[in-house]
């Protein structure tokens, strides 16, 4: 059985860091993208963060710039690495595998960015 399990999350200052890891557990094969979503309360999912098995990565206009997703093949395992961290990043962040066969969805972190 196949879980995506998700850490890094926490309270940090306006202008601080955090890094989000996501990790597989159980056998996963032929994954085409990888990715973060987040949600905040009373607002839709949206996707943060996005990479390809072939490295191509994608941005919502919001963090541009500040947000650097990042991916281990071998591990299977998919990073994102939150700078400048702002109080409209508060959400939680869900780790999102795609494969040529189902979606995985990890399990959620929140992330609370507060002075």
């Known amino acids: 059985q196949v879980q995506l399990v998700e850490s890094g999350g926490g309270l940090v200052q306006p202008g601080g860091s955090l890094r989000l890891s996501c990790a597989v557990s159980g056998s996963i094969f032929s994954i085409n993208f990888m990715g973060w979503y987040r949600q905040a309360p009373g607002k839709e999912r949206e996707l943060v963060a996005g990479?390809?098995?072939?490295?191509?990565?994608s941005y919502a206009d919001s963090v541009k710039g500040r947000f650097t997703i990042s991916s281990d093949n071998v591990k299977n395992a998919v990073y994102l690495q939150m700078n400048s961290l702002k109080p409209e990043d508060t959400a939680v962040y869900y780790c999102h595998i795609q494969t040529q066969v189902r979606g995985y969805w990890g399990q959620g972190t929140q992330v609370t960015i507060s002075s």
């Open positions: 990479i390809s098995t072939g490295g191509s990565t």
